[in-house]
Structures are given as structure tokens and as C-alpha cells.
């Protein structure tokens, strides 16, 4: 579309149909492309793991230039394992991913030193699908799917247990129940998962991570048993099992003896973030207290890699609009606190096979989201560099739900390395505008139309913050859509998105 005479550039996307599921992210080509962040941290003297992300027709060859000593890769998987250099430094290495229809490169920066998680964590957890029916099986199938679908080629990594893996004194299951600890104190599985160590060699196995949960008081959010008292030897516990990521939920940790309402929010994560720190292994902290006091502007100094702004978006019911919008509404108020390694987490992608929040014993079903609101969706977590956890069934991945999740123009921009939050240029109740400046001086942008029927949506360039001139990319067509001055007016269904790069 070429320049228009006046001052507006006006795109014509097109409304989706409430009944259609059109796939709008064209296929990776047979050629090889790396995907994933382009910087990584790690802590010095650590193990270290990264499956370089790479689409194309397999088998591919990988090669690194500049690893460290320490660190090896095989390549033909591109695993990268070893340790850590023992003090902090930055390494430049250039990766290369070459098969028979061509090669690759890419620059990426591994930091050592303190932070972890430079860009948004990726991955997948269980919650929302199995509840306390998750079992060893769910997580091994859950790793698998993640490489055989290819969404680990686009940056997931994590494969993480929610709550309901301990033991729970009164559990309906007969195989949840048991003594908590043992004579030592340390914390016991629960019958579905025999072999905790195992689990996270075969997770480490496939190039992933494994990610682990539990609750600051007494008893987890199901009633699990949970770490009070034993904050420093779960943690061990957990490290020696081999898990990477642990979410702490808050929960029953506001019922415990002489806890302080002035305290509760924030001194059971100023306690496990330091010692997490002190563990012989990186383990990212993902903070669950449901933005209680603030805690965007605290949790970085508390340890924490991302923490929780809202309430549970699995509960949050629909009114006007489904339920995640409401969800992502108070997050991007908070977009001046995220940056690299600290970030705000919005929640989980509700999209594809979801549970039921309500009935955990309901079988999963496909999402009532229309097409245009999964775009949506996953657009406005992109642009909020939130992290990205699908917390759909792994095991009825369908081919939709892999175009939403696995478009790598989109989770570009949630990887970005500036590692800024979109902001909010425009609030209404028919509109909903984020403006996201990335690293190399574009900015990508989401026009939300908050109506039942489409609707034109235009902006000012200088409000994006964007140059005069720019040339624009529809990021989930994955096409050149022309050029603008001054301002553009796109045409957006019914709550859809136009999710554009603007480029000089």
C-alpha cells in the first residue's frame, strides 16, 4: 500500500468472523531460523542449559562461536550444557543453524552475573488444565509436546508443576496423602510423582527447564503442604531435585501465627529471594501475591524475576469483554516498572483446551474466545513484555492455537532486548492503544478495538512515539503493509488488533 495524499495511511486488515479460527502466522520455511532471546543471564559457577531456538526442516547443524570455557554445545541438537564461568562477564557469541536449504546466524549476549531472566520468561504450566490431577506422565508429555509441536523453537522453555505435587493430608486422592516430611524434615512428593530428580533430568534431557511451586504458609492454594518453617530446606530440597523456576504463592501464608498485615505481602519473598540466590543452581522466582501492596515497585529489590499484578485471570469472569482484557487492563497500568530481569505477569495464555477455575473435576474445553480475541490476546502480553506461559492442554494442541502461540515476529517483540513495557497512549471504552519502543529505534504498536463490530482506529505517529515517515509490518501476517506520515487509521474487527512494527 503506497503512501497516501493526505495525512492519514489508512490499512484495511479485515474483520475475523466470530465462528472462524483463520491462521494468520504464515508456516516457518524449510531454511533454518533462530529464534529466542538474543540475551540470556546465568549466575557464575552454575549448571547451564540452553536449547537454541531454531525453525526449519531438521536434521540442523549448530555451531557457536565465543562460547566460554565451561560450556560445550552438541551440535546436533543445539544444546548448550556446562557451567558458568566462575566471575561475571558478558560473552558475545554468534550461534549459526544450517540444513540442507541454507544457514544462519544470530548474536547473543550470555551475561554472568546476578540477573536471571533478561528477557520474559516462556513456557507452560499446569494449573489451568490438570489442578490436582497433574502427574509425573502430564509433565514428561507436556516436554515432549513442547519440542515435537516446534513451540520450543520459538523460545519455550519451561515446563513447570502448579500446586498439588506435595501431599495433602485429607485428599480425596488416597495417592496425595501421606506424612508431609520425613524424619529429616524434607519435603515429600505425593505418590503421582515418584522420582522428582528424574522428572527434571528428563525435562533437562530435551534442552528445557523445570519449573516447581509452592506456598510461603502452612498449605498451598489447594491445601498442599507448603514451606512455612522450612523456607531454607524447600528450597534446598527443590534445587537438588534440578528445578529451575519456582512459583511462590502467597495463600495461606496471611493465616499464620504472628504474621502482621503490614508484613505479610512482602517478607515471605524478601526471605526466599536471597536464599534462591544462594542456591548452587538459578532458580527464577516467580512472585504469586496478586500485586498485593504495590508490589511492582518492590519485588525486583525482593529477588523476584516476575511477579504477579492481579488476581487469578482463570477467575476473573467476563462482562462486557472476556475476562482477559480486564486482566491486562490493570497490568499495563504498571508499565514504567518492568525491565530487563523484573517483570509484571499478567497471568497465564488461556487459549486452545482450558479447565474449568470454577470445577477443577470439569474436563477441559476449548475456549469461547473468538479468533479476533485470541489475537488479542496474545498481542497485548507480547507488548506488555509479560511473561508468556501457556496454560492450555499440551496434549490437544490444535493447529490454531500453535499459529497464536508460535509467531516469532510477535514473540520478537516480547523478547525485545530494551526489555520495555508498552505504554498505554490511549485508554477508552471502544479503544485500547499500547505503544512498545524496541531496541533498534521501531516501535511496535497495538490498536485494540474494544467493540462488537469493526471500527477504524487511527493515531497520531508522535503519540506512538514513532518518526514522522515510518514504513509498517503486520506482525501476525508477517508482511510489509506500506507506509504512513504523520498519523494512520487501521480498520480493526470486532474485538481484534492490528499489532504493526513502525520503522523508519
Wanted: aromatic share 10%.
Amino acid at each position: 500500500m503506497s503512501l497516501s495524499r493526505g495525512l492519514l495511511c489508512v490499512l484495511a486488515l479485515g474483520a475475523l468472523g466470530a465462528g472462524e479460527l483463520p491462521i494468520l502466522t504464515p508456516k516457518p520455511g524449510p531454511a533454518p531460523r533462530i529464534n529466542g532471546p538474543r540475551a540470556y543471564g546465568a549466575r557464575p559457577g552454575r549448571p547451564f542449559l540452553y536449547r537454541i531456538p531454531s525453525t526449519g526442516e531438521r536434521p540442523i547443524r549448530f555451531s557457536v562461536e565465543g562460547l566460554p570455557k565451561g560450556l560445550s554445545l552438541d551440535p546436533k541438537t543445539g544444546i548448550i550444557t556446562g557451567t558458568t564461568p566462575a566471575s561475571p562477564g558478558e560473552f558475545r557469541l554468534k550461534f549459526e543453524a544450517r540444513n540442507r536449504h541454507g544457514r544462519t546466524s544470530r548474536s547473543f549476549k550470555l551475561v554472568v552475573g546476578e540477573r536471571l531472566s533478561l528477557t520474559p520468561q516462556m513456557g507452560w504450566n499446569s494449573w489451568y488444565t490438570h489442578y490436582d490431577h497433574v502427574t509425573d506422565r502430564t509433565i514428561r508429555q507436556a516436554a515432549d509436546v513442547m519440542i515435537s509441536s516446534g513451540m520450543a523453537d520459538f523460545g519455550y522453555e519451561f515446563v513447570s508443576i502448579d500446586d498439588c505435587w506435595a501431599r495433602k493430608a485429607d485428599s480425596k486422592n488416597p495417592r496425595h496423602r501421606g506424612e508431609a516430611r520425613d524424619a529429616a524434615g524434607e519435603l515429600l512428593p505425593n505418590a503421582d510423582f515418584p522420582d522428582m530428580p528424574a522428572l527434571t533430568a528428563y525435562v533437562h534431557a530435551r534442552g528445557l527447564k523445570a519449573g516447581a511451586y509452592t506456598s510461603p504458609g502452612p498449605r498451598t492454594c489447594a491445601g498442599y503442604t507448603g514451606a512455612w518453617r522450612h523456607e531454607q530446606q524447600d528450597a534446598r530440597t527443590i534445587a537438588r531435585w534440578g528445578f529451575d523456576l519456582l512459583k511462590y504463592d502467597l495463600c495461606s501464608y496471611s493465616k499464620t501465627p504472628g504474621v502482621k498485615t503490614a508484613e505479610e505481602d512482602r517478607a515471605p519473598y524478601r526471605l526466599m529471594g536471597p536464599i534462591l540466590q544462594s542456591m548452587p543452581r538459578d532458580i527464577v522466582l516467580n512472585m504469586c501475591q496478586y500485586g498485593r501492596s504495590e508490589v511492582w515497585k518492590w519485588g525486583a529489590e525482593a529477588g523476584g524475576q516476575s511477579w504477579r499484578t492481579t488476581g487469578d485471570l482463570g477467575l476473573e469472569k467476563d462482562a462486557d469483554l472476556p475476562g482477559f482484557y480486564y486482566i491486562g487492563f490493570k497490568n499495563a497500568e504498571h508499565w514504567e516498572y518492568a525491565g530487563p530481569g523484573h517483570w509484571n505477569d499478567p497471568d497465564y495464555i488461556l487459549i486452545g483446551v482450558v479447565g474449568d477455575a470454577f470445577n477443577s473435576d470439569n474436563p477441559p474445553q476449548a475456549v469461547k474466545l473468538t479468533a479476533n480475541e485470541q489475537y488479542s490476546y496474545m498481542s497485548m502480553w507480547a507488548l506488555m513484555a509479560s511473561p508468556l506461559f501457556f496454560g492450555g492442554d499440551m496434549g490437544r494442541l490444535d493447529e490454531f492455537t500453535l499459529n497464536v502461540l508460535c509467531n516469532a515476529e510477535v514473540i520478537d517483540v516480547n523478547q525485545d532486548l530494551a526489555g520495555k513495557q508498552a505504554r498505554v497512549v490511549r485508554k477508552t471504552a471502544e479503544e485500547f492503544v499500547l505503544a512498545k519502543p524496541l531496541e533498534d529505534g521501531s516501535v511496535a504498536v497495538g490498536l485494540f478495538n474494544l467493540t462488537k463490530a469493526p471500527r477504524d482506529i487511527a493515531c497520531p505517529l508522535k503519540d506512538l512515539g514513532a518518526a514522522d515517515r515510518v514504513r509498517m509490518r503486520d506482525l501476525w501476517r508477517q508482511k510489509d503493509s506500506g507506509k504512513a506520515a504523520n498519523s494512520l487509521r487501521v480498520n480493526v474487527g470486532a474485538h481484534g488488533v492490528a499489532m504493526l512494527r513502525l520503522m523508519r
